[in-house]
């Protein structure tokens, strides 16, 4: 099946799952935000703004994502190294807990894979000025709450997708069917938990704070205070934030304000927020020739 063909496939069939993936999961927690609330209670706007940037984003940065995957595939067999062959079928073969054994590999080898790449990628985004260009939109969010999970410009979901798709399947083969349920069931874990840790309840669990990202722990990312800037950036295992020394762990009553401040006001529309990044990194990136060709003059 050619590009064109997966694309338009994915596309036919993507809104209805969109809104059941993206609205339905929310509702509990907005309904904790309200009742046991960190600060201000967020405000409807605050939820259909990041519901609307999801829902286009999730069109946008659909192209590359496919890409992505059919690239490596192509790749991988040119390579100099033999792919990873994994398979999950001889786990349910185990007597009595082969199935939910089964289940629990497909959630935590891909959560443990993709929690690897993600830390690394999410760094380069706060380093290096034109991947933080989109990333930003993320972190304006002045009032962070569950909504806010996905509240991603589309460039930054599409360097995602090709860091973590392309490289991954330059290592790993999996069959299609394995791959399908292994992406299925740690997609849903992995939702589920960044609803809980992007809510904007006051809830404290420090005994959990180093084996999962919390919302404490999560909320130290997006605090306007220097001192939380470049701390906990995993996405689900606080483990590579330990190992890697960027873990920060929230002291009982640490609830910080979060947003950019007057470094980058929230978009209040939804051209501002996808073409405003756009806007910027360009401009970055004329800016950095135009002195490097100064620099060659001289």
């Known amino acids: ?9 994915s ?11 993206t609205i339905p999961p929310l509702v509990p927690f907005i ?10 209670r967020p405000k409807w706007r605050d939820y259909g703004m990041n519901i609307v940037i999801a829902l286009t984003t999730s069109y946008l940065a659909l192209p590359l994502g496919i890409l992505a995957g059919i690239w490596s595939a192509a790749l991988r067999p040119h390579l100099p190294w033999k792919a990873i062959s994994l398979s999950f079928h001889d786990i349910a073969a185990v007597p009595v807990a082969g199935r939910p054994l089964e289940i629990v590999a497909m959630i935590f ?14 760094r380069l985004e706060h380093a290096v000025p034109v991947l933080w260009s989109f990333h930003k939109l993320h972190h304006s969010d002045e009032l962070m709450n569950t ?5 991603d410009h589309f460039l930054q979901n599409s360097w995602r997708a090709f860091f973590s798709i392309f490289t991954l399947g330059l290592f790993f083969d999996l069959d299609f069917t394995d791959a399908g349920k292994a992406a299925l069931f740690s997609f849903m874990f992995l939702a ?28 130290i990312h997006h605090s306007v205070d220097p001192v939380h800037h470049n701390r906990n950036f995993a996405d689900a295992l606080p483990i590579f934030d330990i190992i890697f020394g960027t873990y920060h762990r929230p002291a009982p009553e ?21 073409i405003g990044p756009v806007r910027d990194a360009a401009k970055l990136l004329l800016t950095k020739r135009s002195s490097e060709r100064e620099t060659a003059v001289r």
């Open 254 to 274: 640490e609830f910080p304000t979060t947003g950019l401040g007057d470094e980058y006001r929230a978009p209040r529309s939804i051209w501002s927020a996808q």
């Open 147 to 151: 909504s806010t999970w996905a509240r």
């Open 109 to 122: 080898v891909p959560l443990l894979a993709h929690d690897f790449w993600f830390y690394w990628s999410h």
């Open 192 to 219: 589920g938990l960044s609803l809980f840790y992007h809510s904007a309840i006051r809830v404290r669990l420090p005994w959990l704070d180093r084996i999962l990202v919390t919302p404490q722990v999560h909320r």
């Open 1 to 9: 099946m050619g590009f064109l063909q997966i694309l338009l496939s």
């Open 31 to 40: 309904i904790a935000e309200q009742i046991w609330p960190v600060h201000a």
């Open 11 to 21: 596309v036919k069939g993507m809104f209805p799952d969109l809104l059941y993936w």
